[in-house]
């Protein structure tokens, strides 16, 4: 070939393909104007609004890992149970050998546990199958089974003078669902606060406490208080609900023979206040919550000036009433509380320094006397009846600690398995978990995203120290591919938004190294969208089917045509619902520097109350009935009443 033809082809065949490049622009972003209806695009990555839920990470099968969960212990001391829910096994080991004896399959996710007087049975909360089981324990099988609330997690047995009854906390449905146990039914379903957690029932069987995780705050310019239910339990009615005041994350609750008292541990959350005042120890600190049976609440410090306890979800108190013990999640310890001295205190404080104590963290030196160390995760706690014997499931760690409580040191662990060291999804939980990351060690990312999830609160996470330039929080269960990241969508990904920025404004301490910080993000991409009540794979009702087609609507009811980009699935698009685009509706705050908040996606939307970027919509229907300007926001003025709660009802099935 001569030297010039081969020239003409290779300058030809350049032509030819930078044509079809620019050819290939202008058709994607024609494109792109054409199914977004806005002008303003260019260029837009086709995976913004072309995914599969096949590809998603979370949908991927990934390894399941003995973690313990709730824990019981027989009436002779000789057995402990233990709830498996991520490998849907109960277990039974034994107390001298610490061998596992006896395995059951339960599926569900069987979680709490509770054991009647005799030690005859065995109930156990499956938080996925929203059921109760009771285990015969001489067969070791399942005998019962009854259906409760939705996502069930603590459990209580009691004997009441109408006879004996169960009191389950229903996490999702936030309510209680009081059961008789022979016959096994449900006898009431009262309303507990949001997403409770925890139960415990005095020793007269008169009184039983349901603490609430999350905290319901009047707007999101207000202090949150979380709900403390005080039912009776032979009857199933509510006798009183009472604030935990500016506290939330209560996951452990504990009554205390021959004191009139329930012992909640709880976060301290100061979440109105900036951020920057970490280094002051002003945004999160442990408590433990003391409540009388009339409900008069005294919140009590678990930390010290210089070092936190991140976390505390479960509590322990012996069977004299003298000792409880306090897990701390994030920072591997248990904390040993002497209830005498505590006693002590309160009997001599005035209500004022009774109010102010939670704030002075060296108040804790008076009756705390001891921390465990323990491994990772300490998340649940039970005591052997003669009290001699304290059993700590170290969730991370696939064991259960066994302390010997007259020395307070460790006697032998229950191994379950390895821990999981080979799992980055694994390794990824126990960094999002740990303390260790923050300036004395005052809070983990599970604190503010409990499970993951959210913690309904909004953060002022301004550089500013103002205090008025709030952000809602948002739930990382089903973050996998919604990029870009926070309100702003400034952030491009998940190692940069948990990294650098995370060390710069939450931590104050150096950032989270390299290597820690890849398995946090395996970890987040494995989270699955937030389940709500409806079941995958249940039929949508008519009430629902007739909001999936206002959701889908490209006419008014009248026959109007709605301009394609106040379409609601020209934004929300399936099936993320999310077209991971920046847009203006018409939220833009005073104290915001913009209009443009990222798209959020709308998977399990109906459990990340508030709403907005600022957390100032407390409801769904507060969208389109308060917050809603000209139509910005979907066009949705044509609707009633009637149309407006199916379009909800439809929202709160994805
Ligand atoms: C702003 C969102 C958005 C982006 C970005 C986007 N698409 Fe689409 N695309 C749509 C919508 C909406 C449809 C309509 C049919 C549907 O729902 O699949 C569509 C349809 C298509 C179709 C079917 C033919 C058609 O035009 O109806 C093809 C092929 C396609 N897109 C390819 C691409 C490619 C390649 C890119 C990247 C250059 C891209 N899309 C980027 C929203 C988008
Ligand atoms: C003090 C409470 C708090 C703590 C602690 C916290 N977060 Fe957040 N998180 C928030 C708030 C509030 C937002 C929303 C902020 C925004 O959009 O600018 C958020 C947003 C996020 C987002 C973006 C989600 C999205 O869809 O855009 C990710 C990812 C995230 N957090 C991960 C983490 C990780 C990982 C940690 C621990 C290293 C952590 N968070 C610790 C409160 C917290
Ligand atoms: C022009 C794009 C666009 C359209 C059209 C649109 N949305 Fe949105 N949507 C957004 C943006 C952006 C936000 C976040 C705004 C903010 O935080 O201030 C949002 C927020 C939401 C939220 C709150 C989510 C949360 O976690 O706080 C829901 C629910 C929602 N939209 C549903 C709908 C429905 C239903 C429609 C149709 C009636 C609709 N949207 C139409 C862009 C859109």
């Not at 399959?105 to 089981?133: H, I, N, Q, S, W």
């Not at 604030?243 to 021959?258: K, Q, Y």
């Not at 990312?445 to 959210?454: A, F």
């Not at 199916?646 to 994805?654: A, D, G, P, Q, S």
Request: aromatic residues 6%; neutral net charge.
């Amino acid at each position: 070939m001569r030297m010039s033809s081969f020239v003409v082809l290779m300058l030809g065949g350049a032509l030819a393909l930078g044509g079809l490049a620019w050819g290939g622009h202008a058709w994607s972003v024609a494109h792109v104007r054409r199914w977004s209806g806005r002008q303003d695009l260019g260029y837009v990555n086709c995976n913004h609004c072309h995914l599969s839920i096949e590809t998603m990470p979370w949908a991927k099968r990934r390894p399941h890992h003995p973690a313990p969960a709730g824990l019981a212990v027989s009436p002779d001391g000789k057995k402990v149970y233990i709830a498996l829910d991520d490998v849907n096994e109960v277990l039974e080991a034994d107390v001298i050998s610490r061998q596992v004896s006896r395995k059951l399959k339960l599926l569900g996710a069987p979680f709490g546990l509770a054991m009647d007087c005799k030690g005859e049975r065995l109930y156990v909360t499956c938080r996925d199958g929203d059921r109760v089981v009771a285990v015969d324990t001489k067969e070791f099988k399942e005998v019962e089974s009854i259906e409760v609330g939705a996502a069930p997690v603590a459990i209580a047995f009691c004997t009441t003078k109408a006879g004996d009854r169960l009191v389950v906390a229903n996490s999702i449905s936030d309510n209680i669902s009081v059961l008789t146990v022979a016959p096994f039914k449900e006898l009431a379903r009262p309303l507990a606060g949001r997403e409770p957690y925890s139960v415990a029932v005095a020793q007269d069987g008169l009184v039983a406490f349901v603490a609430s995780r999350l905290a319901v705050p009047e707007t999101y310019l207000t202090v949150p208080d979380s709900e403390l239910t005080l039912l009776d339990p032979a009857r199933g009615r509510i006798l009183l609900r009472k604030p935990f005041e500016s506290a939330h994350l209560a996951e452990g609750t504990a009554t205390v023979p021959g004191r009139p008292w329930s012992l909640t541990p709880l976060v301290k959350v100061r979440n109105l206040v900036p951020i920057t005042q970490v280094a002051n120890g002003w945004v999160m600190s442990s408590g433990l919550a003391v409540s009388d049976h009339q409900g008069n609440i005294v919140q009590m410090p678990l930390d010290e000036a210089q070092d936190y306890f991140a976390d505390p979800s479960a509590i322990a108190v012996d069977a004299v009433g003298q000792r409880a013990y306090v897990g701390s999640g994030g920072s591997d310890t248990v904390s040993v509380v002497d209830l005498d001295r505590l006693a002590d205190w309160l009997a001599k404080a005035d209500a004022d320094t009774k109010r102010e104590a939670i704030e002075d963290l060296s108040l804790s030196a008076e009756y705390v006397v001891a921390r465990i160390p323990t491994g990772r995760n300490p998340r649940h706690l039970a005591l052997s009846p003669d009290g001699r014997t304290l059993f700590i499931a170290e969730r991370l760690d696939d064991a259960v600690l066994v302390v010997d409580t007259a020395t307070l040191k460790p006697a032998g662990r229950i191994v379950l398995g390895d821990g999981g060291r080979s799992d980055p999804i694994r390794r990824g939980e126990r960094v999002f978990t740990r303390a260790a990351h923050t300036f004395q060690r005052q809070f983990s990312c599970r604190s503010c995203h409990p499970d993951g999830h959210v913690d309904g609160l909004s953060y002022d996470f301004d550089g500013d120290g103002i205090g008025d330039n709030l952000l809602d929080n948002r739930s990382l269960q089903g973050v996998a591919n919604t990029a870009p990241f926070k309100w702003n969508g400034k952030n491009p990904s998940l190692e940069i938004q948990c990294g650098p920025r995370f060390a710069r404004v939450l931590m104050r301490t150096e950032p989270i190294p390299a290597a820690e910080l890849k398995d946090l993000t395996v970890f987040l991409n494995s989270l699955p969208p937030p389940r709500w009540e409806r079941k995958r794979h249940q039929p949508l009702t008519p009430l629902q089917e007739r909001g999936r087609k206002l959701f889908f609507a490209t006419v008014t009811s009248e026959g109007k045509p709605i301009p394609r980009e106040r379409q609601c699935h020209t934004c929300h698009r399936p099936p993320l619902f999310t077209n991971r685009l920046p847009s203006a509706i018409g939220t833009r705050g005073p104290r915001d520097t913009t209009d443009m908040f990222d798209t959020p996606h709308l998977l399990g939307v109906a459990q990340t109350a508030p709403y907005l970027h600022d957390g100032r919509a407390k409801s769904l229907e507060e969208l389109w009935t308060t917050y809603q300007t000209n139509d910005l926001h979907g066009v949705s003025s044509y609707m009633n009443k009637h149309q407006l709660n199916e379009l909800v009802e439809y929202l709160k099935t994805l």
